[in-house]
């Protein structure tokens, strides 16, 4: 069974523009969450869908929004980037939101200039 | 707010050492406590993970404990091998996962 996998692997942006990220879970699986990875905050989550609704959002500002398509395929968008969202962005899918384990992806590495 | 933490952020050790990795955790209602490994640049893959009714899980040379009464977790690596370097994190919850900073790992041949 394949894993989650994201697209772009790698991406360079300048300051003001946008971005569009794409995750694919695992075959059968219905929840995606997404998390920010920076050398100075660690591991940060992002928000979580479930059947196309966001079902939990983290503390981050409005300019981070995502969906969900019926195939439970997901996509976050960054507006107006900034420099320091500069970072590695990890899609990870389970079965159901709570389930035991998230299965993540290999992410995606933003740069902005 | 649930906070989780890792120290040391770093640990170099030679091969053959049996290693113990720490992690603490502020609030002793967590859901589950799952330990990840990364590789520079790649994404996280879980390798243990301790539901909140357990003590203990083992896979082949690792064995996680946890403790919600002092709130820790230890991760436990027999007999340390090069292949074990990477940063090891630990993460409470089960829907917003709250990850600790890490610990990178180098085992030396």
């Known amino acids: 069974k394949a894993g989650v996998t994201q697209t772009p692997r790698y991406l360079i942006k300048t300051r003001g523009q946008q971005v569009t990220l794409s995750c694919s879970p695992i075959?059968?699986?219905?929840?995606v969450s997404w998390y920010q990875q920076t050398p100075g905050q660690g591991l940060q989550f992002l928000f979580e869908?479930?059947?196309?609704?966001?079902?939990n959002k983290g503390n981050f500002p409005g300019r981070f929004s995502g969906r969900q398509f019926s195939n439970s395929r997901s996509e976050m968008n960054v507006s107006t980037l900034e420099l320091g969202d500069s970072a590695l962005y990890l899609c990870?899918?389970?079965?159901?939101?709570?389930?035991?384990?998230?299965?993540f992806g290999p992410g995606t590495r933003l740069t902005v200039l | 707010k649930q906070e989780v933490t890792q120290i040391p952020a770093a640990l170099s050790v030679p091969e053959g050492e049996n290693l113990v990795l720490n992690c603490s955790f502020t609030?002793?209602?967590?859901?589950?406590l799952q330990w990840f490994r990364q590789d520079p640049g790649k994404g996280l893959t879980s390798l243990l993970l301790i539901q909140s009714s357990q003590r203990e899980q083992t896979s082949g040379r690792l064995n996680a404990s946890l403790d919600k009464s002092s709130g820790r977790s230890t991760l436990y690596i027999a007999a340390s091998q090069p292949g074990d370097s990477a940063t090891y994190l630990c993460a409470s919850g089960s829907e917003k996962l709250v990850f600790g900073k890490g610990m990178k790992l180098t085992v030396n041949p």
């Open positions: 075959s059968g699986h219905r929840s």
């Open positions: 609030d002793s209602a967590i859901y589950n």
């Open positions: 869908y479930f059947s196309e609704t966001q079902r």
């Open positions: 990870a899918s389970s079965l159901e939101p709570g389930a035991d384990t998230q299965y």
